[in-house]
Protein backbone atom coordinates (compact mmCIF):
# COMPACT_ATOMS: atom_id res chain seq x y z
CA UNK A 1 0.00 0.00 0.00
CA UNK A 2 0.90 3.53 -0.71
CA UNK A 3 0.15 4.58 2.81
CA UNK A 4 -1.78 7.60 3.70
CA UNK A 5 -1.81 10.15 1.14
CA UNK A 6 -2.13 14.19 1.09
CA UNK A 7 -2.36 17.14 -1.16
CA UNK A 8 -1.38 19.59 -1.41
CA UNK A 9 2.17 19.18 -0.24
CA UNK A 10 2.12 22.75 0.44
CA UNK A 11 -0.26 25.50 0.05
CA UNK A 12 0.82 29.16 0.33
CA UNK A 13 -2.63 31.00 0.54
CA UNK A 14 -3.45 35.06 0.82
CA UNK A 15 -5.88 35.62 4.24
CA UNK A 16 -9.37 35.13 3.37
CA UNK A 17 -9.10 32.33 0.91
CA UNK A 18 -10.62 29.16 1.16
CA UNK A 19 -8.44 26.33 1.31
CA UNK A 20 -9.03 22.70 0.85
CA UNK A 21 -6.69 19.90 2.29
CA UNK A 22 -7.02 15.94 0.69
CA UNK A 23 -6.51 13.00 2.23
CA UNK A 24 -6.54 9.49 1.16
CA UNK A 25 -6.50 6.64 3.72
CA UNK A 26 -4.81 3.23 3.78
CA UNK A 27 -7.22 0.93 1.84
CA UNK A 28 -9.31 -0.74 4.26
CA UNK A 29 -8.87 1.10 7.50
CA UNK A 30 -12.05 2.40 9.54
CA UNK A 31 -11.03 5.15 10.98
CA UNK A 32 -9.69 8.99 9.69
CA UNK A 33 -8.21 11.46 12.09
CA UNK A 34 -7.14 15.09 10.72
CA UNK A 35 -4.35 16.91 12.98
CA UNK A 36 -2.76 20.30 13.09
CA UNK A 37 0.97 21.04 14.25
CA UNK A 38 2.54 24.24 15.45
CA UNK A 39 5.40 24.64 17.43
CA UNK A 40 3.43 26.56 20.31
CA UNK A 41 0.48 23.91 20.46
CA UNK A 42 1.83 20.72 19.34
CA UNK A 43 -0.32 17.80 17.81
CA UNK A 44 -3.56 18.94 18.12
CA UNK A 45 -6.28 16.75 17.16
CA UNK A 46 -9.14 18.65 14.74
CA UNK A 47 -11.28 15.55 14.06
CA UNK A 48 -12.04 12.09 13.91
CA UNK A 49 -14.22 9.69 11.53
CA UNK A 50 -15.24 6.14 11.80
CA UNK A 51 -16.53 4.35 8.51
CA UNK A 52 -17.06 7.47 7.34
CA UNK A 53 -19.19 9.08 9.53
CA UNK A 54 -17.75 11.93 12.13
CA UNK A 55 -17.49 11.04 15.81
CA UNK A 56 -15.63 14.02 17.51
CA UNK A 57 -14.80 17.68 16.04
CA UNK A 58 -14.54 19.33 19.40
CA UNK A 59 -11.10 20.19 18.38
CA UNK A 60 -12.17 21.74 15.28
CA UNK A 61 -11.26 25.79 16.45
CA UNK A 62 -13.92 27.39 14.38
CA UNK A 63 -16.48 27.79 12.62
CA UNK A 64 -14.30 28.59 9.64
CA UNK A 65 -13.20 24.80 9.67
CA UNK A 66 -15.01 22.16 7.95
CA UNK A 67 -14.44 18.01 7.01
CA UNK A 68 -16.04 15.80 5.25
CA UNK A 69 -15.61 12.21 4.40
CA UNK A 70 -18.24 11.29 1.34
CA UNK A 71 -16.56 7.81 0.85
CA UNK A 72 -13.85 5.33 2.72
CA UNK A 73 -11.37 6.72 0.09
CA UNK A 74 -11.65 10.30 0.39
CA UNK A 75 -11.39 13.16 3.40
CA UNK A 76 -11.08 17.01 2.69
CA UNK A 77 -10.38 19.79 5.64
CA UNK A 78 -11.69 22.63 4.08
CA UNK A 79 -10.76 26.84 5.97
CA UNK A 80 -12.94 29.43 4.85
CA UNK A 81 -11.97 32.34 5.44
CA UNK A 82 -8.09 31.49 5.78
CA UNK A 83 -6.25 33.44 8.37
CA UNK A 84 -2.44 33.69 9.16
CA UNK A 85 -3.37 32.16 12.58
CA UNK A 86 -4.03 28.86 10.22
CA UNK A 87 -0.75 28.29 8.97
CA UNK A 88 0.56 25.11 10.22
CA UNK A 89 1.42 21.61 8.85
CA UNK A 90 -1.69 19.45 8.85
CA UNK A 91 -1.86 15.87 9.26
CA UNK A 92 -4.19 13.25 8.07
CA UNK A 93 -3.87 9.65 9.55
CA UNK A 94 -5.85 6.77 9.12
CA UNK A 95 -5.99 3.06 11.51
CA UNK A 96 -7.64 -0.14 11.11
CA UNK A 97 -10.31 -0.67 14.55
CA UNK A 98 -7.39 1.11 17.09
CA UNK A 99 -6.63 4.30 17.55
CA UNK A 100 -3.27 3.99 19.08
CA UNK A 101 -1.62 2.70 16.16
CA UNK A 102 -2.48 5.26 13.53
CA UNK A 103 -0.44 6.15 10.19
CA UNK A 104 0.54 9.45 9.49
CA UNK A 105 0.36 10.89 6.00
CA UNK A 106 3.63 13.43 4.98
CA UNK A 107 1.48 16.46 5.94
CA UNK A 108 0.56 19.53 4.03
CA UNK A 109 2.36 22.92 4.74
CA UNK A 110 0.11 25.72 4.99
CA UNK A 111 0.78 29.34 4.92
CA UNK A 112 -1.49 31.77 5.36
CA UNK A 113 -0.24 35.45 4.08
CA UNK B 1 -7.61 15.45 33.04
CA UNK B 2 -7.11 14.17 29.41
CA UNK B 3 -3.91 16.05 29.39
CA UNK B 4 -0.49 13.95 28.96
CA UNK B 5 2.84 16.22 29.91
CA UNK B 6 5.56 15.23 28.49
CA UNK B 7 9.28 16.99 29.19
CA UNK B 8 12.10 17.71 28.94
CA UNK B 9 10.96 19.55 25.80
CA UNK B 10 14.50 19.41 24.12
CA UNK B 11 17.23 17.30 24.82
CA UNK B 12 20.71 16.77 23.32
CA UNK B 13 22.28 13.08 24.28
CA UNK B 14 26.48 12.52 22.85
CA UNK B 15 26.50 9.52 20.85
CA UNK B 16 26.44 5.76 22.18
CA UNK B 17 24.80 8.04 25.68
CA UNK B 18 21.01 6.64 26.99
CA UNK B 19 18.65 9.34 25.86
CA UNK B 20 15.08 9.19 28.71
CA UNK B 21 11.81 11.00 27.53
CA UNK B 22 9.12 11.39 30.75
CA UNK B 23 5.51 11.31 30.57
CA UNK B 24 3.07 12.03 33.20
CA UNK B 25 -0.79 11.47 32.88
CA UNK B 26 -4.06 12.02 35.30
CA UNK B 27 -6.94 10.12 33.38
CA UNK B 28 -6.63 6.17 35.15
CA UNK B 29 -9.01 5.28 32.17
CA UNK B 30 -5.69 5.51 29.97
CA UNK B 31 -4.83 1.51 28.94
CA UNK B 32 -2.38 1.63 26.01
CA UNK B 33 0.47 4.35 25.80
CA UNK B 34 2.33 4.57 22.87
CA UNK B 35 5.30 6.60 21.43
CA UNK B 36 5.41 8.19 17.86
CA UNK B 37 8.93 9.03 16.13
CA UNK B 38 8.79 12.18 13.53
CA UNK B 39 11.47 12.91 11.80
CA UNK B 40 11.59 16.51 9.53
CA UNK B 41 9.47 16.89 7.21
CA UNK B 42 7.30 13.70 7.86
CA UNK B 43 4.59 12.25 9.64
CA UNK B 44 4.66 10.12 13.12
CA UNK B 45 4.85 6.72 13.29
CA UNK B 46 4.30 4.41 15.60
CA UNK B 47 7.64 3.32 17.53
CA UNK B 48 6.57 1.35 20.41
CA UNK B 49 3.71 0.84 22.59
CA UNK B 50 3.01 -0.19 26.23
CA UNK B 51 0.23 -1.54 28.25
CA UNK B 52 -0.33 -0.97 32.23
CA UNK B 53 -0.66 -4.31 33.12
CA UNK B 54 3.44 -4.67 32.39
CA UNK B 55 6.24 -2.37 34.29
CA UNK B 56 8.62 -2.69 30.94
CA UNK B 57 8.37 -3.35 26.99
CA UNK B 58 11.30 -3.64 24.63
CA UNK B 59 12.29 -3.09 21.24
CA UNK B 60 15.72 -3.26 20.13
CA UNK B 61 17.24 0.07 21.62
CA UNK B 62 14.18 1.11 22.74
CA UNK B 63 12.67 0.39 26.23
CA UNK B 64 9.30 1.65 27.87
CA UNK B 65 8.89 1.73 31.46
CA UNK B 66 5.65 2.50 33.02
CA UNK B 67 4.58 3.06 36.75
CA UNK B 68 1.44 2.68 36.94
CA UNK B 69 0.90 3.85 40.78
CA UNK B 70 2.81 7.22 39.65
CA UNK B 71 0.95 7.83 36.54
CA UNK B 72 4.11 7.76 34.85
CA UNK B 73 6.10 6.23 31.45
CA UNK B 74 9.04 6.93 29.96
CA UNK B 75 11.12 6.01 26.72
CA UNK B 76 15.02 4.91 26.70
CA UNK B 77 17.04 4.91 23.91
CA UNK B 78 19.82 2.76 24.68
CA UNK B 79 23.42 3.70 22.68
CA UNK B 80 21.65 6.71 20.90
CA UNK B 81 22.71 7.11 17.77
CA UNK B 82 22.68 10.24 15.24
CA UNK B 83 19.71 8.43 13.28
CA UNK B 84 17.67 9.02 16.00
CA UNK B 85 17.94 11.94 16.07
CA UNK B 86 14.18 13.21 15.77
CA UNK B 87 10.77 14.40 17.78
CA UNK B 88 9.15 12.11 20.22
CA UNK B 89 5.67 12.23 21.19
CA UNK B 90 4.04 10.06 24.25
CA UNK B 91 0.45 9.32 23.94
CA UNK B 92 -2.21 8.04 25.34
CA UNK B 93 -5.69 6.10 24.79
CA UNK B 94 -8.86 4.47 26.28
CA UNK B 95 -9.06 1.21 23.80
CA UNK B 96 -13.10 0.81 24.68
CA UNK B 97 -13.83 4.18 24.85
CA UNK B 98 -13.51 6.79 22.13
CA UNK B 99 -10.77 5.86 19.50
CA UNK B 100 -8.09 8.85 19.82
CA UNK B 101 -5.19 9.61 21.24
CA UNK B 102 -4.20 12.36 23.85
CA UNK B 103 -0.44 13.04 22.92
CA UNK B 104 2.01 14.26 24.67
CA UNK B 105 3.38 18.44 23.42
CA UNK B 106 6.82 16.21 22.05
CA UNK B 107 10.59 16.34 22.68
CA UNK B 108 13.10 16.94 19.96
CA UNK B 109 15.90 15.04 20.61
CA UNK B 110 19.00 15.58 19.11
CA UNK B 111 22.44 12.89 19.00
CA UNK B 112 25.89 14.53 18.42
CA UNK B 113 28.14 12.47 16.70
Known amino acids: DAGVIQSPRHEVTEMGQEVTLRCKPI?????LFWYRQTMMRGLELLIYFNNNVPIDDSGMPEDRFSAKMPNASFSTLKIQPSEPRDSAVYFC???????????FGPGTRLTVT | QQQVKQSPQSLIVQKGGISIINCAYENTAFDYFPWYQQFPGKGPALLIA?????SEKKEGRFTISFNKSAKQFSLHIMDSQPGDSATYFCAASISGGAQKLVFGQGTRLTINP
Open chain 1, 93 to 103: ASSFERAYEQY
Open chain 2, 50 to 54: IRPDV
Open chain 1, 27 to 31: SGHDY
